[in-house]
C-alpha cells in the first residue's frame, strides 16, 4: 500500500489500493434503509469471492461507506461461521491441498461525526479463529458516515487434484449496523473454483502520472488570501501486464476517500492550515470523496488508457492562514467489474 500525501508547497499524490470487486455480500434485513443507507452504488447488494485453485496469491479490497441517522449499534460477528469451517473442511479434506490460505480484515472508521472510536477485526478461514485487533465488538452510535474497509490478505490454495463436484457456497457474517427501524449485514460468500479468471486487478498495471509525486511548488500567500486557488495536473494510467491473458473490455471504477474533514462533499479541510483540498476531473467537475466514478474504459485488445485530473488547493473563507508546509492524505481505490 502506498500513501498520498498533500502537502501545502508540495502535494504528492500516490496510488494506495487497488480493488477487486468480488468480496464483500450486503444483506438487507427489514427496512434496512430506514435509518443506514450505503453512499453512492447501492443496487448491488451482495459480493462474491472466489477461492481459485492454484492462482496467484491475491489481496483483494473493498471499501463502503454507511450514512446512519439517529441511534445505532455496531455489531461484529466476533466468531467463524460453523457452516464456512464445515465447508472449508471438506473441501480441504477432498483436494488435500499443499498450502491454503484465506484470511479477511474489516477496517470500520467514522468519517463524520466522533463517537465511534473505530475499530479492526480479523477472521482466520484456515485457523477458523477471530480475533479483535482494535476497537469493540459491540457499540452504541450515534449516526454519522461510517466507512468499512474488508481486505482479503494474500488467498492462496494449492492443489494437483481435480475438483470432484462444485463446491457449495458459504457465507460469513461480518458487522451489522441496526437501529429501531432494521438492519444493514455485510457479509461475504465464499466460493471455489478450480478455474483462474484471468482478468483480475492482478493482470493490470494502476500508475499515477507524470510520478507518484505531484508539486505545487511554493504558494503564494498573498494569492490565496485574495482568492485564487492553484491547480496541479495529474493522471491515473490503466495498463494489461505484458504476461496478461485478459484481453476483455475492461470498465474500471475509482474512488477517491480520506480521513480528513470535510468542508463540503467535495473539499477537504487541511487540518490547521486554513487550506482546502478538492479533485477536480478532466471536465473540471469536483468530485466528491467516498463516491464511486468510471475511472475509464480499456477496450477490447488494448493495452491501456489514460484518464486526467487536478488537484486543487484554495484557502478556506472561514480559516485564517499558516505558514509552512502541511500534510493532507487522500487514497483512491480501483475497482474492476
Same mark, same amino acid.
Given at each position: 500500500?502506498?500513501?498520498?500525501?498533500?502537502?501545502?508547497?508540495?502535494?504528492?499524490?500516490?496510488?494506495? /489500493?487497488?480493488?477487486?470487486?468480488?468480496?464483500?455480500?450486503?444483506?438487507? /434485513?427489514?427496512?434496512?434503509?430506514? #435509518? =443506514?443507507?450505503?453512499?453512492?452504488?447501492?443496487?448491488?447488494?451482495? %459480493?462474491?469471492?472466489?477461492?481459485?485453485?492454484?492462482?496467484?496469491?491475491?489481496?483483494?479490497?473493498?471499501?463502503?461507506?454507511?450514512? =446512519?441517522?439517529?441511534?445505532?449499534?455496531?455489531? !461484529?460477528?466476533?466468531?467463524?461461521?460453523?457452516?464456512?469451517?464445515?465447508?472449508?473442511?471438506?473441501?480441504?479434506?477432498?483436494?488435500?491441498?499443499?498450502?491454503?490460505?484465506?484470511?479477511?480484515?474489516?477496517?470500520?472508521? $467514522?468519517?463524520?461525526?466522533?463517537?465511534?472510536?473505530?475499530?479492526?477485526?480479523?477472521?482466520?478461514?484456515?485457523? %477458523?479463529?477471530?480475533?479483535?485487533?482494535?476497537? #469493540?465488538?459491540?457499540?452504541?452510535?450515534?449516526?454519522?458516515?461510517?466507512?468499512? /474497509?474488508?481486505?482479503?490478505?494474500?488467498?492462496?490454495?494449492?492443489?494437483d487434484k481435480d475438483p470432484r463436484w462444485p463446491w457449495p457456497s458459504v457465507v460469513q457474517e461480518f458487522v451489522t449496523f441496526s437501529n429501531t427501524r432494521g438492519s444493514l449485514t455485510f457479509d461475504t460468500r465464499l466460493s471455489f473454483s478450480g478455474d483462474i479468471n484471468p482478468c483480475k486487478i492482478d493482470a493490470f498495471q494502476i500508475k499515477t502520472l507524470p510520478s507518484d509525486t505531484i508539486s505545487f511548488g511554493s504558494l503564494s500567500l498573498k494569492s490565496l488570501n485574495e482568492g485564487m486557488s492553484f491547480l496541479e495536473p495529474f493522471s491515473i494510467e490503466v495498463s494489461?501486464?505484458?504476461?496478461?491473458? =485478459?484481453?476483455?473490455?475492461?470498465?474500471?471504477?475509482?474512488?477517491?476517500?480520506?480521513?480528513? +474533514?470535510?468542508?463540503?462533499?467535495?473539499?477537504?479541510?487541511?487540518?490547521?492550515?486554513? /487550506?482546502?483540498?478538492?479533485?477536480?476531473?478532466?471536465?473540471?467537475?469536483?468530485?466528491?470523496?467516498?463516491?464511486?466514478?468510471?475511472?475509464?474504459?480499456?477496450?477490447?485488445?488494448? #493495452?491501456?488508457?489514460?484518464?486526467?485530473? $487536478? +488537484? $486543487? !488547493?484554495?484557502?478556506?473563507?472561514?480559516?485564517?492562514?499558516?505558514?509552512?508546509?502541511?500534510?493532507?492524505?487522500?487514497?483512491?481505490?480501483?475497482?474492476?467489474?
Amino acid at each position: 500500500m502506498r500513501i498520498i500525501n498533500l502537502l501545502v508547497s508540495v502535494v504528492s499524490i500516490v496510488r494506495y /489500493l487497488i480493488l477487486m470487486p468480488l468480496l464483500v455480500g450486503l444483506l438487507f /434485513l427489514g427496512q434496512a434503509f430506514a #435509518q =443506514c443507507t450505503i453512499v453512492g452504488d447501492s443496487s448491488q447488494t451482495r %459480493y462474491d469471492y472466489t477461492w481459485e485453485q492454484n492462482a496467484m496469491p491475491t489481496a483483494d479490497m473493498m471499501m463502503i461507506n454507511v450514512d =446512519c441517522v439517529g441511534h445505532t449499534v455496531i455489531q !461484529v460477528m466476533p466468531r467463524v461461521n460453523f457452516y464456512v469451517t464445515s465447508g472449508i473442511n471438506t473441501l480441504v479434506r477432498d483436494m488435500k491441498p499443499s498450502y491454503y490460505f484465506l484470511n479477511m480484515t474489516v477496517k470500520i472508521v $467514522q468519517v463524520n461525526g466522533n463517537e465511534y472510536p473505530g475499530g479492526h477485526f480479523k477472521w482466520d478461514f484456515v485457523d %477458523y479463529n477471530y480475533q479483535t485487533l482494535s476497537g #469493540q465488538t459491540l457499540f452504541d452510535s450515534y449516526g454519522g458516515r461510517y466507512r468499512i /474497509l474488508i481486505e482479503n490478505h494474500n488467498a492462496e490454495f494449492r492443489s494437483d487434484k481435480d475438483p470432484r463436484w462444485p463446491w457449495p457456497s458459504v457465507v460469513q457474517e461480518f458487522v451489522t449496523f441496526s437501529n429501531t427501524r432494521g438492519s444493514l449485514t455485510f457479509d461475504t460468500r465464499l466460493s471455489f473454483s478450480g478455474d483462474i479468471n484471468p482478468c483480475k486487478i492482478d493482470a493490470f498495471q494502476i500508475k499515477t502520472l507524470p510520478s507518484d509525486t505531484i508539486s505545487f511548488g511554493s504558494l503564494s500567500l498573498k494569492s490565496l488570501n485574495e482568492g485564487m486557488s492553484f491547480l496541479e495536473p495529474f493522471s491515473i494510467e490503466v495498463s494489461r501486464l505484458p504476461e496478461s491473458e =485478459c484481453k476483455d473490455l475492461i470498465k474500471p471504477y475509482i474512488t477517491f476517500f480520506s480521513d480528513h +474533514a470535510r468542508r463540503s462533499a467535495t473539499e477537504l479541510i487541511l487540518d490547521d492550515s486554513g /487550506l482546502l483540498l478538492m479533485i477536480r476531473d478532466g471536465n473540471n467537475q469536483a468530485i466528491a470523496y467516498d463516491e464511486k466514478k468510471i475511472l475509464g474504459t480499456l477496450e477490447l485488445n488494448a #493495452q491501456k488508457f489514460t484518464t486526467n485530473y $487536478q +488537484a $486543487q !488547493v484554495r484557502k478556506d473563507p472561514s480559516k485564517t492562514l499558516s505558514i509552512g508546509n502541511f500534510n493532507g492524505i487522500v487514497r483512491y481505490i480501483v475497482t474492476l467489474r
